[in-house]
């Protein structure tokens, strides 16, 4: 009497585990594809690195010798790269941070010898804007750095930094505004100072000769 109905509780427990298992199976899916597709949704929202600034930039040429000078990024803190081809090939590239900026780049040959020298005239970011020089000697397989020391004696007297450099015949002059005692640093009232430096024989530091100050100058 009491077989049909053990059957039928059988048969409704079978299709209940069964129920049950194409459920779990189905949740697994589910949850499977969630986990797949969220690498996706993570590379499509990736930042773009931004672009570098180029703040300085300037090609010479001296002979068989080809020069880029470039400065990148913004504000006070920079960074200087100075790259060297000979005859279409690498040379030498420098780089280095700058606290400051690039206000021009000359290729010399100061000392008449048979290697041109590349000079990269900087202005420091401070308020006193002092000028700095960044030098180099190049050869067949390399470079020498160029020096330029610090003002001595009655060249130094009154300066203050604000320089501003240029190549005359086979001199550098560097040109600066001389400040009274009492001058403030946005007002000097001595008028402006050049000094002439010149590179000598095969020497790589530049030497201080004269210097003349005009009173007239503002």
Same mark, same amino acid.
Do not use: W
């Given at each position: ?5 053990? @059957?039928?509780? +059988?048969?409704?427990? #079978? ?11 189905? #949740? ?5 594809? %969630? ?8 590379? #499509? #929202? !990736? ?18 010798? +080809?020069?880029?000078?470039?400065? %990148? ?10 790259? !060297? ?6 040379? %030498? ?6 606290? *400051? ?16 020298? =590349? ?7 401070? @308020?006193?804007?002092? *000028?700095? =020089?960044?030098? &180099? ?9 160029? !020096?330029?020391?610090? =003002? +001595? ?15 005359? *015949? ?26 002439? &430096? ?6 790589? %530091? ?8 005009? =009173?007239?100058?503002?």
């Amino acid at each position: 009497m009491f077989r049909p109905t053990t @059957t039928a509780a +059988r048969g409704a427990a #079978s299709l209940a585990s069964a129920s049950l298992f194409i459920c779990l199976l189905s #949740s697994c899916d589910s949850q499977r594809s %969630t986990i797949e597709s969220t690498p996706e949704l993570s590379q #499509s #929202s !990736a930042p773009t690195a931004p672009a570098t600034t180029v703040s300085f930039r300037k090609e010479l040429a001296a002979d068989d010798l +080809r020069f880029l000078v470039q400065t %990148t990024g913004e504000g006070s803190s920079r960074q200087l790269s100075v790259r !060297a081809e000979k005859n279409g090939r690498e040379l %030498t590239t420098t780089t280095q941070a700058l606290d *400051g900026t690039v206000t021009d780049a000359v290729v010399t040959n100061l000392n008449e010898d048979k290697y041109p020298e =590349l000079l990269v005239f900087v202005r420091d970011a401070g @308020t006193g804007s002092y *000028g700095q =020089l960044v030098g &180099y000697e190049f050869m067949n397989q390399g470079r020498k750095p160029v !020096a330029l020391p610090a =003002l +001595r004696g009655k060249a130094a007297t009154g300066y203050q930094g604000h320089d501003e450099f240029r190549i005359e *015949g086979r001199e550098l002059l560097r040109t600066f505004p001389v400040f009274q005692e009492a001058d403030a640093n946005c007002c000097p009232s001595g008028g402006k100072r050049t000094v002439r &430096y010149q590179l000598a024989g095969t020497g790589l %530091t530049f030497q201080q000769l004269t210097f003349a100050d005009d =009173l007239s100058a503002k």
